[in-house]
């Protein structure tokens, strides 16, 4: 069984996220309670991947297609920190 840790930032945040990302949000906890990220691959709708960049020690999931899950992950003592449940940021190129 893996632990889940949010960041004071997130538990703030959550506050303004509407309800349908919430009940996403808490399906999402509890498949990674249950595997880690691994467990992420059994469903396709959260695209679960590794982050590139500054943010590249990070993963990210989808919880739709405007909202994300950011989070680090210890193998080693099966933990999980949330960074952020945040709206993607799309860029124009």
């Not at 889940?4 to 906890?29: D, G, N, Q, R």
């Not at 679960?48 to 297609?65: M, Q, W």
């Not at 960074?83 to 993607?88: R, Y």
Request: glycine share 4%.
């Amino acid at each position: 069984m893996w632990k889940v840790f949010e960041e004071k930032s997130v538990t703030k945040s959550l506050k303004k996220t509407p309800k349908e990302i919430l009940f996403k949000y808490k399906a999402w906890i509890e498949i990674v309670k249950n595997g880690g990220s691994n467990n992420l691959k059994n469903y396709p709708g959260f695209k679960d991947e590794k982050l590139k960049g500054n943010l590249r020690h990070c993963r990210s999931s989808r919880l739709n297609i405007k909202y994300r899950v950011v989070y680090t992950e210890d193998d080693k003592i099966k933990e999980i920190v949330v960074l952020a449940v945040t709206p993607h940021k799309y860029e124009e190129v």
